[in-house]
Structures are given as C-alpha cells and as structure tokens.
C-alpha cells in the first residue's frame, strides 16, 4: 500500500474517532459473512459506521490522537463500530455475542478516553437514547395526566352535587 493511501487512511480512522462519541473495538475472527451482513444491517440501522482497518494504520492513528493504551486491545483482526450515540453500539454488539460466539468487544474510545470491556459492558447495559428519552416524557407526562385528572373531576363532582340538591329539592316538594 502506498504511503499516500497509508495517510488516507490513518486521517480516516482519525476523523471518526474524533466525530464519534463512542469508538467500540471488536473481535470478528471466524465470523460467517453472513453473520457479519447481518451485524452491518443492524448497526448501519443506528447510523453506526462498522469498519475494519489494519492494526498498523490505527495504532499510528490513536499515537497520533494520544491515545496510544488503546492499541492494548489489539489482538488479531480487528473491526471499528464508530457512533454518536454512546450507548447504542455497545448494546448491538453485547446482543449480537450471544448470538454469535466470534464476535466480542475488546475495548474503545469514549469521548476522547480509553475504555476496556468492563466499561463497554457497563454502557451496553444502559438503556438507549429513545427509551432514556421515552422515561423522561412518562415522567414529565405523569403530573400532566394527574392535573388533567383533577380538572375533570371538578365538573364531574358539581354535576354530582348539583343532582343530590335537585333529588333533596323533590324530596322536600313531596312530602
């Protein structure tokens, strides 16, 4: 490979480690194409980029970003899962390991710092943005749905009242 193709690449792998929130190392040795289409699907679902690059290349490029511990986790052929969303392409890889047993996370880049599997671990258990997001409004929403509650039920009381005076009123007339 030509050193310009070299460079093309380390600026590559550096721009999407800087561009992402979360950078997740894997391990993919053995792993059918297949399996790995169908890897690509549900993480290219997510707006995750999934890349494989040589080793070589992005240990010169996490040197160069200061992130050199990463290149700890490098072990064999090694594919890159590139996201905004911290959380999401750790959950689709941890279920995809059950799935399939040549496929495991080794390590990553979480906001500029190294992260090792505890930590991948951790944040794959989390929930992911939209039910995060689904929480908050069920919370927000829950107070709202009580006032609402309380504002029907004035009128509804009133009528209530309102039919017990007229009932008590032809009572009196009766008798």
């Given at each position: 490979m030509a050193n310009e193709e070299k460079?093309?690449?380390?600026?590559?792998?550096?721009?999407?480690?800087q561009n992402s929130t979360?950078?997740?190392?894997?391990?993919?040795?053995g792993i059918t194409v297949e399996d790995v289409t169908t890897l690509r699907v549900q993480l290219r679902g997510e707006n995750i980029t999934y890349k494989v690059y040589k080793n070589t290349l992005a240990k010169r490029?996490?040197?160069?970003?200061?992130?050199?511990?990463?290149?700890?986790?490098?072990?064999?052929?090694?594919?890159?899962?590139?996201?905004?969303?911290?959380?999401a392409p750790a959950k689709i890889l941890k279920d995809f390991a059950k799935e399939v047993d040549?496929?495991?996370?080794?390590?990553g880049?979480?906001?500029g710092k190294?992260?090792?599997?505890d930590q991948?671990?951790?944040?794959?258990?989390l929930p992911t943005r939209d039910q995060l997001l689904?929480?908050?409004?069920?919370?927000?929403?829950?107070?709202?749905?009580d006032l609402v509650g309380t504002l029907n039920a004035v009128p509804r009381n009133m009528v209530g009242v309102i039919g017990a005076i007229r009932r008590k009123k032809e009572e009196e007339e009766a008798a």
């Open positions: 460079e093309a690449i380390i600026a590559e792998i550096k721009q999407h480690i979360l950078s997740v190392m894997s391990k993919y040795q490029a996490l040197a160069e970003l200061d992130l050199e511990d990463a290149a700890q986790y490098f072990d064999g052929p090694t594919a890159w899962a590139f996201s905004e969303d911290p959380v040549n496929v495991a996370m080794v390590g880049v979480l906001d190294v992260v090792g599997t991948l671990q951790k944040l794959a258990d689904a929480q908050v409004v069920g919370t927000i929403a829950a107070p709202l749905r």
